[in-house]
């Protein structure tokens, strides 16, 4: 992993997205999750009041230095060359540290262990799977889809109506957004997602600035 | 006709909407816009918890696995176990009630302790079922623990007091560092025995409530998480960091006093079964207490 810029990254254009949940539902039928499993949430922001009312629709950044992967007391997370963070659910105990460790609360737990507890923990795979064989049926069952193994974009970013979620590597999605906002022509900079501010700002987040 | 195909088109949206807001943890109380807005103030509890987990925490309980069986095991090779007569008169100490309270909380911590150190070592065991049925099993014994915690505050804090004896006890750490058979200051409980309490107690409380809230993790906690100011993502990391922090206290104190209720004291753990201490072992353990117990007439 050389280069940091062939990540592949997520982006949710702020000014694009107009909080229609598509994204949420495609992944949830296509992954056919359990209920009150959602690995893309859309969450809008100063709902209702004019000019500041934003939509973002947010899962896992699959971030280079991972704080999940760091955590993780049964180390069961490996991060693949082309940057998507993945997990064994096999090995995973539930425990929730990732979840805690996470920026972005993407880690979520299925209440199906005994009394309510929490079971293998579950997230966005980035539509990748898991490490179990690749398009096998044990596979789907437990991580869902592989279609970037097939070749196909993640389902959520293909659904989206707008084209506000962007996924490719990050040299590319800037490309895309770069273009985007100087069409616009509007005074806005190149770096006015909501969302990317908060998560990647120097204040915030220390070891993520890349 | 236009008008109902509008109408019925608007009503499959809607619905369809209903479905993502219904199962898409829209305003989850943790994962919804408050997770959101707690992204900037990651760097507070989010960093430090992954900092302390990652660097830290390991090593406490690598610490407080080894600490008291090596400091336990070299004071019994150099200084051995006290022996009490156990053919002299007995001593009642404790009513059946409290011994099964006692008794009860000795057990889940039998449970808690061991499966709490397979947790912090996963990796050490693989992860996978072994951890998970231990897991399962440290929840299992939290309600088992919490009944035992308000009767055993309520029947003994008044002993629990410290007082210018547990100082001089201090001093001469107990008297466990001679074999010497010289009378101890110390009333019913020494100051030992009250540390410990102090520590299961408030303590044990402090690892419930903490261990609930990582237990039920997204019901909604609002009222708790604006009360302390904080995010409910937050209040888990604080949990979290509360819960490991104490739990290396916790389990250490628990080695200690098993040590020195099955080992280093011959015998002592009868009297949380029969309920009956031995009068040599009162009379020179417990000297204030002995002598109490005389002048009321009580032995
Ligand atoms: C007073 C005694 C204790 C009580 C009442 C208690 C209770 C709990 C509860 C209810 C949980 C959440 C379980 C779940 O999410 O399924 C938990 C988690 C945990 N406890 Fe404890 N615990 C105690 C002592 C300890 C000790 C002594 C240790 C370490 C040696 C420990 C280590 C852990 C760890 C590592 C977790 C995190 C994993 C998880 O959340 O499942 N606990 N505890
Ligand atoms: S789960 Fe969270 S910490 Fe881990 S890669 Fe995804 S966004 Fe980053
Ligand atoms: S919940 Fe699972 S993946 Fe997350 S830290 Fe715990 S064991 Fe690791
Ligand atoms: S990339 Fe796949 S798994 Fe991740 S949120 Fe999108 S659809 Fe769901």
């Known amino acids: ?210 | 006709m236009k008008k109902y195909r509008v109408l019925l088109s608007s009503l499959l949206l809607s619905m369809t909407s209903l479905y993502a807001i219904s199962t898409g943890t829209y305003d989850d109380p943790l994962y919804g816009t408050a997770m959101l807005n707690a992204i900037p103030k990651y760097f507070a509890f989010g960093e430090v918890f992954t900092y302390l987990q990652r660097e830290w925490f390991w090593k406490g309980f690598l610490i407080a696995l080894f600490l008291v069986p090596v400091a336990g095991s070299i004071h019994y090779m150099i200084i051995g176990p006290k022996v009490f007569s156990h053919d002299g008169k007995k001593i009642f100490a404790f009513g059946l009630f409290m011994r099964i309270m006692h008794n009860l909380a000795a057990l889940s911590f039998l449970v808690l302790v061991p499966t709490g150190f397979v947790m912090a070592f996963g990796d050490f065991f693989g992860g996978g079922t072994f951890v998970r049925v231990c897991k399962n099993l440290h929840g299992i014994a939290t309600p088992v623990f919490a009944i035992t915690v308000l009767p055993m505050i309520i029947a003994w804090i008044r002993d629990m007091i410290f007082n210018m004896d547990d100082v001089k006890w201090m001093m001469i750490v107990g008297g466990y560092l001679s074999k010497e058979k010289k009378p101890i200051p110390a009333g019913k409980f020494n100051a030992g025995q009250k540390a410990w309490f102090w520590i299961a107690m408030p303590g044990g409380i402090l690892m419930i409530l903490t261990g609930a809230l990582m237990f039920f993790l997204n019901i909604n906690l609002s009222p708790v998480a604006t009360l302390f100011g904080v995010s409910q993502i937050d209040l888990l990391r604080i949990s979290a960091i509360i819960h490991n922090v104490l739990g290396m206290v916790v389990a250490t104190f628990f080695m200690v006093h098993v040590y020195m209720a099955a080992i280093a004291i011959k015998g002592a753990i009868h009297s949380m079964i029969t309920g009956y201490k031995e009068e040599e072992e009162v009379a020179i353990l417990h000297s204030s207490w002995y002598r109490k117990l005389k002048e009321e007439g009580k032995v």
Not at chain 1, 134 to 145: A, F, L, V
């Open chain 1, 1 to 210: 992993m050389e280069n940091i810029n062939s990540r592949l990254k997520f982006y949710c254009d702020a000014d694009r997205c107009i909080e229609c949940f598509a994204c949420v539902v495609a992944c949830q039928n296509a992954h056919e999750l359990p209920v009150g499993i959602a690995r893309r949430k859309v969450v809008t922001l100063n709902d209702g009041v004019e000019g500041k009312e934003t939509s973002i629709s947010i899962a896992c950044m699959h971030c280079s230095d991972a704080p999940c992967s760091q955590v993780c007391p049964v180390d069961c997370f490996y991060i693949r060359e082309d940057g998507i963070v993945l997990h064994d659910k096999e090995k995973c105990i539930g425990c929730g540290y990732c979840l805690y460790a996470c920026p972005f609360g993407a880690p979520q737990f299925p209440k199906d262990g005994v009394f309510g507890a929490k079971g293998a923990m579950d997230k966005c795979t980035m539509c990748a799977g898991g490490p179990l064989e690749t398009n096998s049926e044990i596979e789907r069952h437990t991580y869902g889809q592989n279609r970037i193994s097939e070749g196909k974009v993640p389902v959520c970013a293909a659904m989206c109506s707008t084209n506000a979620l962007m996924i490719g590597t990050s040299e590319k999605v800037s490309e895309l957004y770069r273009t985007r906002v100087l069409a616009r022509g509007e005074s806005k900079e190149a770096n006015n997602s909501y969302l990317w501010n908060v998560a990647y700002n120097k204040q915030s987040r220390k070891g993520l600035t890349q």
